[in-house]
């Protein structure tokens, strides 16, 4: 009888937000160099570790047991024929042992399929060879695939399927249909003709991460990039309002509540971030408010919580997506809201204004300094866009103080048009999508002369 012990998912999740992403990037590696595309979007990727996964990866048959196949043919299309099984001593080899175990599965999956092909007069063509779940130890069950829902079904088939194998075992053994049956599910005649026929969306399989993501900047940016196919991970402090942008997105996207001043909070986000859908692509560090007063008479505490917030955070936040980036190995995006106040200040606007211009100014430091790395960093700067300070009431009153109405004072730009939370996240996108464009940032303001950056 094997061995059962009951692992902790806490650990679990320490060990993730380590693991993953270094498989993330490795199958990415792999995906890139079998299609010829060397900037094919990662995998997404689905992590399962309850107590039913914790005690089945505590056995000491796991690896007889990665052999054995699925619980029903059908499985397969979603899952492959096995998983990818990475164990504690191939975790222990770090990079290396996790990259030669992926290349085992691509050289066994490759003979599957020359073999039971043969027998179909050579016709059928062979998926990615890259795996669709791994089991591992120490970590969890994990979907493998090209966007985040396709992740989730893998995943819940797997954890279907260690159901049947438990209960298999223990009723006298588990030994499902073998490969070449196998083989005529997954490459079955009518899966096979939607090969090439679904053009994906520009930004499927990229992961982003919005700050401030339940307010509306924040809501906009997301369901553009949303729209564009990526997976979204919102940050907010205000956990209602998060679990509303959430609903409203709709999809498998996820977000967690947190003070993203507060010590460490960049590396949790990053984390659960990790932990939903394997790593990161996009960070939009767009999170700010703006605190007034004459900066000559201004309290330094003032002073003091708007740099935590409207800068030290946007660095804590870069650094840990930089970090993610590199376990990756594939580049990545940053993106910053700054503000028009960091170029063209206003009065009584200094506690804002300054601390921004220092994230403009980190902006810059930070592509002179990654960009050896395939890491963008971009930014945009906005005004007088219906969000944070600028709410019905302070819009009113502006407007009431000039003597014009408030359609007249939103539009008070060189078009003459009001400029809205969707211009700013279409920018973001656009910047997103700018594959050679680094240390930029694209003004989004309607057109102020005062505000141009050359």
Not at 315 to 330: P, T
Request: charged fraction near 20%; include cysteine; charge should be neutral.
């Amino acid at each position: 009888m094997p061995k059962i012990a009951v692992g902790y998912s806490k650990q679990m999740n320490a060990k993730a937000a380590e693991i993953l992403p270094m498989l993330r990037g490795i199958i990415g590696d792999e995906n890139g160099a079998i299609s010829g595309n060397r900037d094919i979007a990662m995998p997404v990727m689905d992590l399962r570790n309850g107590d039913n996964v914790q005690e089945f990866l505590a056995r000491d048959d796991l690896s007889s047991l990665s052999r054995r196949g699925v619980a029903t043919p059908d499985h397969v299309i979603r899952t492959k024929n096995y998983p990818l099984y990475l164990s504690a001593d191939i975790i222990a080899k770090g990079p290396d042992g996790i990259r030669g175990a992926v290349k085992k599965y691509i050289a066994d999956y490759t003979a599957y399929f020359e073999e039971n092909n043969a027998r179909c007069d050579g016709v059928k063509t062979m998926l990615m060879p890259t795996p669709n779940l791994a089991w591992i130890e120490g970590v969890g069950v994990v979907g493998i695939s090209s966007n985040g829902k396709a992740a989730s079904v893998a995943s819940d088939l797997a954890a279907q399927n260690i159901t049947a194998i438990t209960n298999g075992e223990t009723c006298g053994g588990f030994y499902p249909v073998g490969p070449k049956k196998l083989f005529n599910m997954e490459y079955w005649s009518l899966e096979q003709a939607k090969l090439g026929k679904a053009k994906p969306a520009p930004l499927q399989g990229r992961v982003v991460m919005i700050t401030g993501g339940a307010g509306a900047i924040g809501q906009a940016t997301a369901k553009e990039f949303a729209q564009s196919g990526a997976n979204i991970f919102l940050i907010d402090l205000d956990n209602k309002a998060l679990e509303t942008a959430l609903a409203d997105l709709g999809g498998s996207f996820a977000g967690i509540a947190l003070d993203i001043t507060a010590k460490g909070s960049a590396e949790r986000a990053m984390d659960a971030c990790v932990r939903q859908f394997g790593g990161l692509d996009i960070l939009v560090s767009n999170a700010g408010a703006a605190w007034t007063g004459e900066i000559a008479t201004l309290d330094d505490e003032i002073l003091r919580k708007s740099f935590e917030l409207n800068f030290f955070a946007h660095q804590n936040f870069a650094k840990a997506a930089a970090n993610i980036f590199q376990a990756q190995g594939h580049g990545g995006q940053i993106l910053f809201n700054v503000s028009k106040q960091a170029i063209n200040p206003g009065k009584g606007f200094g506690a804002y204004g300054i601390p921004k211009a220092a994230t403009f100014f980190l902006l810059r430091q930070l592509a002179l300094e990654l960009g050896s790395q395939g890491i963008r960093v971009n930014g945009v700067n906005a005004d007088r866009i219906r969000s944070g300070l600028l709410d019905e009431a302070f819009v009113s009153k502006r407007a009431k103080a000039r003597g014009i109405d408030e359609e007249t004072y939103m539009s008070g730009n060189l078009l003459g048009r009001e400029v809205k939370a969707s211009h700013v996240a279409k920018a973001f996108v656009a910047l997103a999508l700018s594959e050679r464009t680094s240390a930029h940032v694209m003004t989004v303001d309607g057109g102020n002369i005062e505000a141009v950056l050359r």
